[in-house]
């Protein structure tokens, strides 16, 4: 038999919760001897006192825009796994990022993350462009012979 702490009702010895109030029970009596249990709050539950609501701005102050940093983690990741799509995305997102950054009035961050994504993805355009120049004309060179 358990005791609940909270309405002291009787509950089956297996029980995780009081089947009157739904507190939760103890795992084990306590041993003999042993500080007696907190007593049970009667403080009511904690509720968060009424607030009128005000429009809050939709961004916190300086939050790092998010298509900064997908502008970033697109244009690195066009070289390991998504060539040259990944490199798009990412001048695109950084584009995107850093006029919604100017617009924000100071309130996004993360202009040198969607910078950076803009150029990096640049670089992997040109590095592509390069790479391809040099195939091509490996090939033309090559069948000629
Ligand atoms: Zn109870």
Same mark, same amino acid.
């Given at each position: 038999m358990k005791i609940c702490p909270n309405c002291a009702s009787e509950n089956q010895d297996n029980a995780v919760f009081c089947s009157t109030c739904g507190a939760l029970l103890e795992k084990s009596e306590a041993p003999q001897g042993a500080p007696p249990p907190p007593p049970p709050t009667t403080t009511p539950a904690y509720t968060p006192p009424a607030q009128p609501y005000t429009p809050q701005p939709y961004f916190p102050p300086m939050s790092t825009d998010g298509l900064a940093?997908?502008?970033?983690?697109?244009?690195?990741?066009?070289?390991?796994?998504?060539?040259?799509?990944?490199?798009?995305?990412?001048?695109?997102?950084? *584009?995107?990022?850093?006029?919604?950054?100017? *617009?924000?009035?100071?309130?996004?961050?993360?202009?040198?993350?969607? *910078?950076?994504?803009?150029?990096?993805?640049?670089?992997?355009?040109?590095?592509?462009?390069?790479?391809?120049?040099?195939?091509?004309?490996?090939?033309?060179?090559?069948?000629?012979?």
């Open positions: 940093v997908a502008s970033l983690a697109l244009s690195i990741a066009s070289f390991f796994f998504l060539p040259l799509i990944g490199a798009i995305l990412g001048i695109i997102f950084g *584009q995107m990022s850093k006029s919604k950054i100017a *617009q924000s009035k100071g309130t996004l961050g993360g202009e040198q993350l969607a *910078q950076a994504g803009v150029i990096i993805g640049w670089v992997h355009i040109g590095l592509v462009i390069f790479v391809t120049i040099i195939v091509l004309v490996l090939v033309i060179v090559g069948s000629s012979m």
